[in-house]
């Protein structure tokens, strides 16, 4: 008798059959036990169903790519110049294009075996073998996706008291009091079962994102051509050890901004058969990257220049607090930010849901049972009330954005593609594709640990400055 592969579309179906059954489990010979093994397995069944289209692909792959961390492009800018910073943005969705298309090339072909894989760490210990499934990947991957749930929900706490100080200048609450007000409301979207039951939340988040990547490139533009504009200055430092980690930094972040981590979640998503709907996804993702990153990032320098603060919308505030932009302007685009960054922070909660579906969920009931729900809310509200708290207590959304794109992106999204398709396919030494992946995974491998040096060191020049839960 053929056996399933972990996570196959019809160990999935099979689980389905298996808790709709009126009657008791039979027991069957060795092998089957075997090839239904999988279908016990809960995260599979419940979060990661494969019910989407190529546009539920694309929703997902924007929301989860096209974020608020495009924001801090113009800061990252402010430490390569002109020159660099456009090529490293072109160089970024060039190469995080193609190592999206090699993941999706290498899960279909698994698909196409009788293995479709619907997590990364599956996929990893399938081609690369299990301990780099459980010992790399898999935790890399969770410290990624998690540590992205920890950014988003304190740029949200930041852009709520932006919105606070416009409206009530004089006003004392605290940094802390809205990263707790933004994971409250996070602590409702993340009981949506599933990753698919976010598809539409996710076109909206698509909408969302281009218009707050409009109205900050407008922004930029207004104030550079107002009599408010800030004296533009594009040099860079002139210290040659502060330009050299400053460019280590900007580099994660533009990591980070292109990084998404959960291409083998997101084609997960898809219905059956799989073959060519995450090329459309991505087609359709990076039409709206490239209307959104490269507006932002060079309106926002061209108008403030080395001035960019971390993220462009503090630069939109004066040193006396007051917009530089109509107040209703400002809002407006406040409040497009902090609706996306909802989702956003939702879609990198997955990979946790799945596994503690996993681990607390009983596939043999119905997924809406009480005693399916119950665990359900109990442990995801957990994970959000986690990432709140971490993220009131270190309000450094820059340092973090750095951090998280150096240590995980890197490493995820520019080497592992490349080395998973080699391995999978095993081109021929004299190809070009070989060579091209070969040389892509060792220049990332490099700049991932350079990258993570640099961020390191720029979070702890910083953190001199603040202290835990500090009002910034």
């Known amino acids: 008798m053929e056996t399933l592969a972990p ?15 009126d009657g ?73 294009f193609y190592s999206y298309n090699l993941l999706s090339l290498v899960l279909d072909n698994q698909a196409k075996l009788g293995r479709r894989q619907l997590r990364f760490r599956d996929m990893a210990h399938q081609i690369l073998g299990p301990r780099w499934a459980r010992f790399y990947i898999g935790p890399i991957q969770f410290s990624v996706c998690f540590g992205a749930v920890v950014g988003n929900v304190l740029l949200g706490g930041q852009t709520m008291k932006a919105i606070y100080l416009i409206e009530n200048p004089g006003g004392e609450m605290k940094l802390y009091e809205f990263v707790v007000i933004f994971g409250a409301f996070m602590l409702l979207l993340a009981q949506l079962p599933s990753f698919h039951s976010l598809r539409h939340i996710n076109l909206l988040s698509l909408f969302l994102c281009l218009s707050y ?35 280590f930094n900007a580099i994660a972040i533009v990591a980070t901004s292109y990084g998404n981590g959960i291409i083998p979640e997101i084609q997960a998503t898809a219905a059956p058969p799989v073959q060519g709907k995450m090329f459309k996804g991505l087609c359709l993702c990076y039409a709206v990257v490239v209307a959104t990153f490269f507006s932002v990032a060079v309106s926002g320098y061209w108008t403030f220049g080395n001035l960019a603060e971390g993220t462009i919308l503090a630069s939109f505030v004066a040193a006396n607090g007051r ?150």
């Open 213 to 247: 990547s409009a109205c900050a490139t407008a922004g930029s533009i207004y104030i550079g051509h107002s009599s408010r504009a800030p004296p533009r200055d594009y040099s860079l430092p002139s210290d040659n050890k502060d330009l050299v980690f400053g460019i």
């Open 323 to 472: 917009p530089l932009v109509p107040k209703w302007f400002f809002l407006m685009t406040n409040i497009f930010t902090i609706l996306q960054l909802t989702a956003v922070a939702v879609v990198y909660l997955q990979p946790t849901n799945e596994v503690l579906e996993g681990l607390f969920a009983d596939p043999t009931k119905d997924q809406y049972s009480a005693r399916n729900v119950a665990p359900r809310i109990v442990f995801r509200s957990l994970s959000v009330v986690m990432a709140t708290v971490i993220a009131a207590m270190l309000p450094f959304f820059g340092d973090v954005n750095a951090v998280i794109g150096a240590f995980g992106f890197l490493p995820l999204d520019f080497v592992v593609p490349a080395v998973m398709y080699n391995v999978t396919f095993r081109p021929s030494t004299r190809s070009a594709v070989f060579w091209v992946n070969a040389a892509l995974a060792t220049l990332f491998s490099v700049l991932a640990v350079l990258g993570s040096i640099a961020a390191v060191r720029q979070v702890a020049l910083d953190a001199k400055n603040y202290k835990l839960f500090a009002n910034v």
């Open 7 to 21: 996570n196959s579309e019809d160990g999935q179906r099979r689980g389905e059959e298996m808790k709709n059954a």
């Open 24 to 96: 008791p489990a039979i027991a069957t010979p060795a092998t089957t036990v075997v090839s239904q093994a999988p279908t016990l397995d809960a995260g599979v069944l419940f979060v990661l169903q494969s019910k989407g289209s190529w546009l539920h692909c694309g929703y997902h792959l924007t929301t989860s790519i096209v974020a608020p961390a495009l924001l801090s492009l113009p800061f990252a800018m402010a430490s390569l110049g002109w020159t660099a910073g456009v090529f490293c943005l072109l160089m970024a969705a060039a190469v995080t």
